[in-house]
Structures are given as structure tokens and as C-alpha cells.
């Protein structure tokens, strides 16, 4: 396994479910980052990780909450969600945060999350 | 807030052709960097360019850092069917900022 991977790649859940998101990074990164991206809106930062503490939540509902056991896992656990939350969940990793680590951010392919 | 202004937002041209798009923003910016999102993946770095006035190549791309620090252009040349897909421009400034990414279709 290389670069970012994120399961699963497809989810359908209903608003009293609880789903979790996974993310794992394969670079010895030590910063991850949660983005949503919704249909022509510009990607949103939710929540940002380094070495395990959370460095930044973006006023994210707390409908989701993330989960960082170590510095190559990511989680982001869901629960009574709502059908606007339907979007692409974009999982990232960077060596470290920071500005400048922005620039060098590794993307996975995405959790498509529908939301009945 | 700052917000990055990308158009076109859609783009459908013929294979062969050359296309430029861009972003531009009324703040100022410290990096620009333009990405493409091939359907179902996330984005991938393309090109980043980290002074005013900058050109940088990359295959058939090329991306400048507009002089006044608050808009950017990319161009791709000679057009193929693969290069269909979205391209997002990036911005650091006191935050990181997406644009809203310009669909390209290339018709064979």
C-alpha cells in the first residue's frame, strides 16, 4: 500500500445510523487532515491532526467526530447525520501542520457519503 | 473571508485545443498552487508556485503567479483525452483556500 488510502470508498446511511470513516497514510507523515467537498463549492477544512492531538476543528457539527490513535490513522465517526452532510470526505497527510505544509498535502480518493 | 473567484467553471472543448483557466481573489496571496481531481480520487498536486511573477512548466502545463500576488492562471496545451477532470486552484495566505474548480471535458 502506498500514498493515502481511505474505506469505505462508497457509504449510504440513514440519519439514526452510526458509520465510521477510516483513513490510513503509508508517507511517515505526522499531520491529517478531514476535508468535506460538496458538488461546486470550494473543499472545507474540518478538522486538522498532528502527531495524534487535534491542532484545529473548523466548527464542525458534532455530529462528526474524529478519532486520531496514531499518527498514520484516521478516523471520523458519524452518527444522526443529516441529508446535507451527503458529500466526498477527503482524508489528507502532510510531513507536518503548518502554512507551508499545506502546499505539500497528500489526498486519498475520497469516502462518497450519501445520506437517506 | 478571502475566497478564490475560479472560472470558467465548466470547460468543453476538442482534443487538440489549448485551454487556460484561472483564479483571482481581491486578497493577497503567498503561494498558489493548482491541482486536478480525476473522477472518484482526490486531488493531486500539479504545479506550485511560491513568487510573484512566476511561470512554472510541467509537461504541458503551465502556471504562472500573477505579479500582484492575487490571481493565477494555468494553461494546458495541445489538449488530450485524459486531461478531462476537475482543476482546483489553491492559495496560502493567513489560511488555506480551495477555488471551486473548473470541470474540463475534452472531446475526442
Known amino acids: 500500500e502506498t500514498g493515502v488510502t481511505q474505506t469505505p470508498r462508497h457509504l449510504v446511511m440513514g440519519m439514526t445510523n452510526k458509520k465510521s470513516l477510516k483513513c490510513e497514510q503509508h508517507?511517515?507523515?505526522?499531520?491529517m487532515y478531514w476535508y468535506k467537498q460538496s458538488a461546486k463549492k470550494p473543499l472545507e477544512l474540518m478538522f486538522v491532526?498532528?502527531?495524534?492531538?487535534?491542532?484545529e476543528n473548523n466548527s464542525v457539527p458534532s455530529r462528526f467526530s474524529p478519532e486520531c490513535p496514531n499518527s498514520s490513522h484516521l478516523f471520523l465517526h458519524l452518527h444522526t447525520l443529516q441529508p446535507e452532510d451527503s458529500a466526498l470526505y477527503l482524508c489528507?497527510?502532510?510531513?507536518?501542520?503548518?502554512?507551508?505544509?499545506?502546499?505539500?498535502?497528500?489526498f486519498g480518493p475520497g469516502t462518497r457519503l450519501t445520506v437517506l | 473571508g478571502q475566497q478564490l473567484n475560479q472560472s470558467p467553471q465548466s470547460m468543453f472543448i476538442q482534443e487538440g485545443e489549448d485551454v487556460s483557466m484561472n483564479c483571482t481573489s481581491s486578497?493577497?496571496?503567498?503561494?498558489w498552487l493548482w491541482y486536478k481531481q480525476d473522477p472518484g480520487e482526490g486531488p493531486v498536486l500539479l504545479i506550485a508556485?511560491?513568487?510573484?511573477?512566476e511561470l512554472t512548466s510541467n509537461g504541458r502545463l503551465t502556471a504562472q503567479f500573477g505579479i500582484t500576488r492575487k490571481d493565477s492562471f494555468l494553461n494546458i496545451s495541445a489538449s488530450i483525452p485524459s486531461d478531462v477532470g476537475i482543476y482546483f486552484c489553491?492559495?496560502?495566505?493567513?489560511?488555506?483556500?480551495f477555488g471551486t474548480g473548473t470541470s474540463l471535458t475534452v472531446i475526442p
Open positions: 489528507a497527510s502532510s510531513q507536518d501542520v503548518g502554512l507551508e505544509s499545506y502546499n505539500e498535502q497528500f
Open positions: 508517507l511517515g507523515h505526522n499531520a
Open positions: 491532526y498532528n502527531f495524534k492531538e487535534q491542532t
Open positions: 486578497s493577497i496571496f503567498n503561494t
Open positions: 508556485l511560491y513568487k510573484a511573477g
Open positions: 489553491a492559495a496560502t495566505g493567513n489560511q488555506f483556500y
